[in-house]
């Protein structure tokens, strides 16, 4: 598309032409998977000029559309970090850290109010030693 053959690619990005000419004719089971094949493609994408995460979206949707993730030849694609459960486990930790620190911030608040009185009425009532005589 841009003129440019796949040694001069390979050359510049140090990834394989058997690696360069699946990417192009997009066997992504040819492939090594994962962050390898995402990976290449940034490099080649970089390299090219191109948009590297409009190109990296468009193989994630390819992906997902081959079996929710898993590409033929047995290799697993793993699940991007924006995926919608573990948004949700982050959301849910948050939440419940939050709580804790409330509860703690409010159980202070209440021995402080408490026992507040009681430990400072016992510094004034004793002196410390040492004191004048």
């Not at 050359?11 to 962050?35: C, K, N, V």
């Not at 590297?52 to 390819?62: F, G, P, R, T």
């Not at 982050?90 to 159980?107: P, S």
Request: aromatic letters at 8%; charged letters at 20%.
């Amino acid at each position: 598309m841009r003129d440019v053959s796949l040694e001069e690619i390979s050359a510049a990005t140090r990834i394989s032409t058997r690696y360069l000419t699946a990417l192009e004719a997009e066997q992504w089971h040819e492939l090594p998977g994962g962050a390898f094949t995402r990976g290449f493609i940034r490099s080649v994408a970089r390299f090219l000029g191109m948009n590297e995460d409009d190109l990296v979206a468009e193989y994630d949707m390819e992906i997902q559309g081959r079996g929710q993730g898993r590409l033929s030849g047995g290799h697993v694609a793993p699940k991007s970090a924006g995926s919608a459960r573990g948004n949700w486990r982050v959301v849910v930790g948050a939440i419940v850290i939050v709580a804790l620190a409330v509860l703690l911030a409010i159980g202070g608040w209440l021995v402080i109010g408490h026992y507040g009185p009681r430990v400072m009425n016992r510094f004034h009532r004793h002196p410390a030693a040492g004191g004048a005589h």
